[in-house]
C-alpha cells in the first residue's frame, strides 16, 4: 500500500511538472505580453516544473524589472530567489556571468529597503567584489565594465551614509582615478559626482562644487538615464542636489534653488520613484537651511510618504527629521524634540550617522529653548564628536553657531563669543559665506547688546556686502534690517 501511494505521489508530481512545463509554454508562445512584462509568473511555472536554470533567468528578470519600476523589496524578493537557484545548479561560465550581474543588481533594492549603510547591503556589495574576482582568476572578466564600478557605487554609498570620512573619500578618488584610467564618460562622469560629494562634506565645499560642474557637463540623458537603476537613482538628479547643497553656505541661495528645482523637475520627467525619493529629499533639506519652510514641508511629507509607499527606510526617517527641523524652527519645540529624536532613531536603525552636525544642533537649540541644557549639551557634545572623528564638516560652522546660541540661553555670555569666533574661522576657512554671515549675524548681535555697535557693524557689513544674490532669503533680510539698526 505504501509503495502504491509513493508511485501515485510520484505519478501526481511528474503530472503537475508537465502540467506548468505546457502553462509556462503556453504563456511564452500565446501570452507574450504577460510573459515579457510579469516573468515571475512565468517563473513560477518554470521553477514548479523543474526547469530551475530557465525559472532562475525569468526570476532575474523580474527582479531586473522591479527594480527600475522602484519596486524595492520585490525586487529584493526576486532576485535573492533567482540567486538561490543559480547556486543549487552546476556552475557554467554563463551562470556565472548570471550570479555576478544579478548580485550586483541586488545592492541598490537593498540600500533602500534596508538602509545604504546597513549589514544587507555592504554584504550584498562585498559578495559581489568576490564574485567578480573569482571570475577574473578563471579568466571571465564581466563583459560589463559598470558591474565592478556599481560594487564600488554601492561601498562608497555605506562609508558615506555610516559617514567615514577618509574612507569615503579615499574610495571616491579610487573610482574617479579607475575612470580616467579607463576614459569612458559614465564612470567619469560618476566619479566627478563621487568626488563632489565626498570634498563638500568633509569641508572643501568649493572643491566640491567644482567636481559637479564636471560630472554635470559629461551628462547625456539619453546614454546615462538608463545606469539610474544601476547608481540608486538619476546621475544628473544627484549631482543637481548635492551641487545645491554645495551652493547655500558658499553664499549662493538662489543658485541652490535652481538645482533642486530643476532636479525635481527632472525626477518627475524620468518618473522612477527612486530618484524622486532622492530629489524631494535633498530639495526639502536645501529649502530648510533657505528658510522656505513651507516648501519644506511639502517635500518633506511628499518623500515620507512616498517612502513608506516603497519601503524605503533611509528616506522615511530623513522625512522625519526634516519635519522636526521645521518645528524647531517655527517655535514647537516640545514637538520638534520628539519628532528630531524619533527621526535619528529610524535613521541610525538603518546604519546612517551622517549629518549629526545638522540633526543633533537643532535638537540642542530645541532642548535649551525647553530648559532643559543637560541634554542640550550632551546633544551638542555628540554632534562635536562626530565632527572631529567622522571628519563631516558641511554644517561645522553651523553646529559652532548654535552651540553659541545654546550658550546665550544659559546666560554663558564669553562660552558664547568663544563658539561664535570658532564658527567665523570655520566658515571662512570653507568659503562659506552663508555660513558666515549667520556667524556674524550672532557675534553682532551680541556685541550690539554689549553696547559694541561699531565693532558689530564692522563686522556684518563686509559679509553682507559681499552677496550677489538672495536678498528674498530671511537670512539677508535679517543681515540687513540688524545693519540699518546699528547704523542708526
Known sequence: ????????????????????????????????????????????????????????LLWGKAGQRSLERSAMVEAVAQLTRALDQIASLPATPALRREKIKLQVALITPLAYVKGWAAPEPKAAAERAGQLIEEAEVLGEAPEDPLLLYSVLYGVWGANFVAFNGDVMQNLATQFLELAEKQGATAPLMIGHRLAGTSLMSTGRIAEGRAHCNQALALYDPAAHRPLAARFG????????????????????????????????????????????????????????????????????????????????????????????????????????????????????????TQWASLFLPYLTRAY????????????????????????????????????????????????????????????????????????AMSMARLWRNQGKRDEARELLAPIYGWFTEGFDTGDLKEAKALLDELAA
Request: net charge negative.
Open 368 to 439: 535649551a529653548e525647553l530648559g532643559q541644557f543637560e541634554d542640550a549639551w550632551r546633544c551638542m557634545s555628540e554632534a562635536m564628536i562626530a565632527i572631529e572623528t567622522t571628519k563631516e564638516r558641511l554644517f561645522e560652522a553651523e553646529a559652532y553657531r548654535m552651540a553659541g546660541e545654546v550658550a546665550l540661553l544659559s546666560s554663558e555670555t564669553t562660552k558664547a563669543d568663544d563658539y561664535f569666533d570658532r564658527a567665523l574661522a570655520v566658515a571662512r576657512k570653507q568659503q562659506a559665506k552663508f555660513w558666515e554671515l549667520r556667524a
Open 233 to 352: 537613482q538619476d546621475v544628473k538628479v544627484s549631482i543637481l542636489s548635492f551641487r545645491s547643497l554645495a551652493l547655500v553656505p558658499l553664499g549662493y541661495p538662489e543658485g541652490a534653488l535652481d538645482d533642486t528645482e530643476q532636479a525635481v523637475r527632472c525626477a518627475r520627467e524620468i518618473d522612477q520613484a527612486a530618484t524622486l525619493m532622492y530629489a524631494l529629499g535633498i530639495a526639502s533639506t536645501v529649502h530648510f537651511l533657505c528658510g522656505n519652510y513651507a516648501a519644506a514641508n511639502a517635500e518633506a511629507t511628499e518623500v515620507g510618504a512616498l517612502a513608506g509607499e516603497k519601503g524605503a527606510s533611509y528616506w522615511k526617517a530623513w522625512a522625519i527629521l526634516v519635519q522636526g527641523l521645521l518645528l524647531d524652527s517655527t517655535g514647537d519645540r516640545s514637538n520638534a524634540v520628539r519628532m528630531i529624536t524619533s527621526g535619528l532613531t529610524a535613521f541610525r536603525s538603518t546604519g546612517a
Open 1 to 56: 500500500m505504501l509503495v502504491q501511494d509513493v508511485a501515485y505521489g510520484t505519478l501526481l508530481r511528474e503530472s503537475r511538472r508537465a502540467l506548468d512545463a505546457r502553462i509556462a509554454k503556453t504563456l511564452e508562445n500565446q501570452f507574450t505580453e504577460i510573459a515579457e512584462n510579469q516573468p515571475e509568473i512565468v517563473a513560477r511555472h518554470c521553477a514548479a516544473a523543474g526547469q530551475v536554470e530557465k525559472a532562475a
